[in-house]
């Protein structure tokens, strides 16, 4: 049974795999987390995106992404909900340049685990260059006619694929090297991640 699906669960997984390692908005929040606060709340906020992917393979299983694409007033709205936390994210991070306040080594403990999580997972749900991806495993087809059994392993190896990966830049990012030169160039950094966060929210909210 496992072997007649297996082709279209190998694609669909390297497809979002591709997703995953190419940088986007989710590796520009887990590099603002990881410098900042640490590697603790760095693979707290990869297991909310990875649970944030969970949705997605859900949703594209039961053909929601599919469905969503051919609605232009459920795009638009979704379009807008996903521009908007990117601006504000992009105004967390300015706010962080402009002001360069202290920080001090417990700073990761200011930040609830619940709320770090869900600011992962937020943004995964919300995430263009996600919902991208797994419209294009949407297209693929072969997922949502397999057995019960099957679907429970593509969704949670999609959990896994994106935890591991994600948190993979969240071991990278978080070392300490990486921690040194973010608190030699705070500024410059918040900075530029503010620059990116504002100008994907600017592509998708003046996107069609």
Same mark, same amino acid.
């Given at each position: 049974?496992?072997?007649?699906?297996?082709?279209?669960?190998?694609?669909?997984?390297?497809?979002?795999?591709?997703?995953?390692?190419?940088?986007?908005?989710?590796?520009?929040?887990?590099?603002?987390? #990881?410098? $900042?606060?640490?590697?603790?709340?760095?693979?707290?906020?990869?297991?909310?995106?990875?649970?944030?992917?969970?949705?997605? #393979?859900?949703?594209?299983?039961?053909?929601?992404?599919?469905?969503?694409?051919?609605?232009?007033?459920?795009?638009?709205?979704?379009?807008?909900? %996903?521009?908007?936390?990117?601006?504000?994210? +992009?105004?967390? $991070?300015? @706010?962080? +340049?402009?002001?360069?306040?202290?920080?001090? @080594?417990?700073?990761?403990?200011?930040?609830?685990?619940?709320?770090? %999580?869900?600011?992962?997972? %937020?943004?995964?749900?919300?995430?263009? @260059?996600?919902?991208?991806?797994?419209? +294009?495993? +949407?297209?693929?087809?072969?997922?949502?006619?397999?057995?019960?059994?099957?679907?429970?392993?593509?969704?949670?190896?999609?959990?896994?694929?994106?935890?591991?990966?994600? /948190?993979?830049? #969240?071991?990278?990012? $978080? $070392?300490?090297?990486?921690?040194?030169?973010? /608190?030699?160039?705070?500024?410059?950094?918040? /900075?530029?991640?503010?620059?990116?966060?504002?100008?994907?929210?600017?592509?998708?909210?003046?996107?069609?």
């Amino acid at each position: 049974m496992l072997s007649e699906h297996l082709p279209h669960l190998i694609l669909a997984w390297s497809i979002q795999f591709m997703g995953i390692v190419s940088p986007g908005p989710g590796v520009m929040l887990i590099l603002g987390v #990881a410098t $900042s606060r640490g590697r603790a709340a760095s693979l707290i906020t990869s297991f909310g995106i990875a649970s944030g992917s969970v949705v997605l #393979a859900a949703a594209t299983v039961l053909g929601v992404t599919a469905i969503l694409a051919q609605m232009a007033d459920a795009m638009t709205v979704l379009r807008w909900l %996903g521009a908007a936390y990117l601006f504000w994210l +992009a105004y967390k $991070s300015l @706010k962080t +340049a402009w002001r360069n306040p202290p920080l001090p @080594k417990a700073q990761a403990t200011t930040v609830s685990p619940l709320r770090t %999580g869900l600011t992962g997972f %937020g943004l995964q749900i919300s995430n263009p @260059k996600a919902i991208g991806f797994w419209l +294009a495993i +949407a297209a693929v087809g072969g997922i949502g006619e397999a057995p019960p059994s099957v679907i429970l392993l593509f969704i949670g190896v999609a959990f896994l694929n994106s935890f591991l990966g994600h /948190g993979a830049y #969240a071991m990278l990012l $978080s $070392s300490q090297p990486i921690r040194r030169l973010y /608190g030699r160039f705070r500024r410059v950094v918040e /900075g530029v991640l503010g620059s990116l966060f504002l100008a994907a929210g600017l592509r998708l909210a003046l996107s069609r």
